[in-house]
Structure formats: structure tokens, C-alpha cells
């Protein structure tokens, strides 16, 4: 796994870059102190997974949303919550915001790819649907970067980190592939692996700290330590960058236990991080329910509530179609459910041509999970 300096051209200049060894290959031999450490983090996996029943599957969508928005986040780029799940419900929106969730997007579409060998076709359908609404030269989209890349600076030349020429990529990302699809190593150092070669390669012009997130889903999902969504490591990461960067420094400089060290534990945690969310998520539902005194229990408006966990931000249309009733009843019960402030008016821009739509947000929801995303 040890790497080695190499060199690349950049405007007439020498750099130096870093060109990783290869992890199919690569022999790890763990002490006794990390088996642990990963034995707990798969343990404390399958207890979030028994903690939150496999009813819970709108719970388990704020999970990942919440994974989604914590893995742009780790990358600077923050949308406010609502914006999100606007553009989710109107499929359209501001660039940022549907750039966030298409990164929600891909979460979820990970965790089905997983019944599937990982092959290079996939994480380029995962960049393309990721990096559909972002600035990147559209070229680049769905393909391996073509020139070199560099992480902090404003240049190779200045730059923290230097990853491999562009020429070497498809050489690498093969070695991870393979590895990917392999079972050599235990399932969270098969995941903590793949994220940091990942990020050593950098294959893409942007985007690889998300694309590289979504692998660690995909890995313990394949392995089946979890069956319907990943933990939201991206939180437990954004909480403690320091020691994410400081991890991935030491992997590239060939001493991956530390990095192993802190990916088990980041994961333990996380899984903790669910669990407390599924929790808090119940709660507010039983709030929503003692608002609900006195209304029929075969009115409309008790459905609703039961689809805001999985659907936050909603219009009449949602309500009518889902539940299948006339326009003048989904507006009364969204208004009835606005008169107990268990939802608020939303203003939503941008839903083309036509009479606008009025909308309404499960804020009380949306602030708990922003609370947890950070």
C-alpha cells in the first residue's frame, strides 16, 4: 500500500505528486487493539440497524437526507435544509440546492448498486447524477479529470496535496475496483480503504470528497453489516475534520492504521448519531400526535402528518395524490395541520409557468435534523 513521489508538468513546471501503491494487493495485518476497534464499529452497526425497526423507512430517508447535506457540507458547500427538500419536492431549483441533492441522490442510488460488482460504468453514473447542476466543464462530467489535480492552494505549485497524473488514473482505479469487489480485509477496513485510496487518486476534476463518501455506504451495504441505509458518517466526519484530514495524511504517507483507528471510530459513533436521530424523529411525531387532540382519527389530516417524516416539504398535489382525496380536503387538512404549528407556510421559487402553488414545511422537523447535520 506504501506509495511513492512522482513527478507532472503543469504550465512548464515540475511538481511533485503522489502516486499511491496499490490496495488489491496490499497485505493488512492489523494489531490486536484495532480488530477490536472494528469489531465494535460492525457490532455498533447492527444495533443501529435492530434500534431502528425496518418499518422506520421514512425515518430511514431523513437518514440519508441527512447524509447527503452532511457530505456537502464537509465540502463547504452548504444549502440551507428547506431549500433541499424544496427541490426534491418541486424537481427543480437553485443550482446549489439541486447540486446537494443530487448528492442525496446518489446515496440512495449507492445502496441499491451495492447487490452489484462494483465496475468504473457505476461511479461514473454516480458522478454524473452528482455533478449534473454543478460548474464543472461538462467533459468531465462522468469521466476521469484529463489534467492534474490538486487539493489546497491555488495551484500544484502551492498545493497540500498533489494526487497522481491524470495518465494513471485508469491504472488505479482498476486496483481499487478490484479490491472493491474483493472481501481480503474486514468490512470497515475494506471501507475506510477504499475512501482514502480514493481520495488519494482523486480521479475526478471535482467532486471526489461526496463520490468518495458514497463508497463507504456502498462497501458496508455489499457486506451487509447494514441492509437499508448507511450510518451518517458524514456527520460524525464534518465534527471532527481535523482528524479526517489528519487521517488521510498519514494514510498517504503509508501508515494507514491511524487512518483505520479513526475510521472505526468515527463509524461507532455515527451509528450512535441514528440512532439518537430515529429517536429525537419519534419524539417529534408523538408532539405532532398530542396536537392532533380532538380531530377525527379518520380525518384527512392524521394522514398527512403520517407522510411528513418522508416527505417535509408538500403541496394539495402530494396530499391528493397520495392520499386520494379532493383538492378542497388536502388544502383544509394542510391548513388544519398549520392552525396546530405542526406544519408552516413555505414560499418556493422558480416553479415555472402556471398559478403558483402554495406549500407547506414540517419545520419542526427540519429543524431537528438540521440541529444533527450541523
Known amino acids: ?87 426534491e419536492a418541486v424537481g427543480q431549483g437553485a443550482p446549489d440546492a439541486s447540486w446537494v441533492a443530487g448528492n442525496l441522490s446518489v446515496v440512495t442510488d449507492a445502496l441499491g448498486d451495492a447487490t452489484q460488482p462494483m465496475t468504473v460504468d457505476t461511479l461514473h453514473r454516480w458522478h454524473r447524477r452528482l455533478m449534473e447542476f454543478s460548474p464543472l466543464d461538462r467533459r468531465l462530467i462522468g469521466a476521469w479529470r484529463d489534467s492534474p489535480g490538486w487539493i489546497g ?49 482523486h480521479p475526478y476534476g471535482d467532486g471526489n470528497g461526496r463520490i468518495g463518501r458514497v463508497l463507504i455506504g456502498w462497501v458496508l451495504r455489499r457486506r451487509e453489516v447494514v441492509h437499508r ?85 408538500l403541496s394539495a398535489d402530494h396530499v391528493m395524490a397520495r392520499l386520494g382525496v379532493s383538492r378542497r380536503t388536502a388544502i383544509t387538512s394542510l391548513e388544519l395541520l398549520e392552525e396546530r404549528s405542526i406544519l408552516s407556510p413555505i414560499t418556493i421559487a422558480g416553479e415555472g409557468a402556471g398559478r403558483p402553488r402554495r406549500w407547506w414545511i414540517a419545520d419542526q422537523l427540519v429543524d431537528l435534523v438540521r440541529t444533527f447535520v450541523g
Open 1 to 87: 500500500m506504501n506509495g511513492s513521489e512522482t513527478t507532472l508538468e503543469w504550465r512548464g513546471r515540475t511538481v511533485r505528486a503522489w502516486m499511491p501503491g496499490s490496495v488489491a494487493d496490499a497485505d493488512l495485518s492489523l494489531p490486536a487493539d484495532l480488530i477490536r476497534a472494528t469489531e465494535k464499529a460492525i457490532a455498533d452497526l447492527v444495533l443501529m440497524e435492530h434500534q431502528i425497526p425496518a418499518a422506520a423507512d421514512a425515518i430511514g430517508r431523513m437518514l440519508l437526507r441527512s447524509e447527503g447535506i452532511a457530505s456537502s457540507a464537509v465540502e463547504g458547500l452548504r444549502v440551507p435544509l428547506e431549500e433541499v427538500l424544496s427541490v
Open 153 to 201: 492552494g491555488s495551484s500544484p505549485l502551492d498545493a497540500v496535496y498533489v494526487p497522481p497524473p491524470a495518465n494513471e488514473i485508469e491504472g488505479l482505479m482498476a486496483d481499487l475496483v478490484e479490491y472493491l469487489n474483493g472481501n481480503s480485509d474486514d468490512p470497515i477496513t475494506q471501507a475506510a480503504v477504499a475512501h482514502a485510496q480514493f481520495e488519494t487518486i
Open 229 to 313: 441505509w448507511p450510518p451518517p458518517i458524514s456527520i460524525s466526519i464534518a465534527r471532527d475534520s481535523g482528524g479526517y484530514l489528519g487521517g488521510l495524511f498519514q494514510y498517504r504517507k503509508g501508515d494507514p492504521m491511524e487512518w483505520l483507528r479513526w475510521f472505526a471510530g468515527v463509524t461507532s459513533r455515527s451509528a450512535g448519531t441514528a440512532a439518537d436521530l430515529y429517536s429525537e424523529i419519534n419524539q417529534v411525531e408523538v408532539e405532532w400526535e398530542a396536537a392532533l387532540v380532538g380531530v377525527r382519527s379518520d380525518a384527512a389530516a392524521r394522514s398527512v402528518v403520517s407522510m411528513l417524516t418522508a416527505q417535509p416539504v
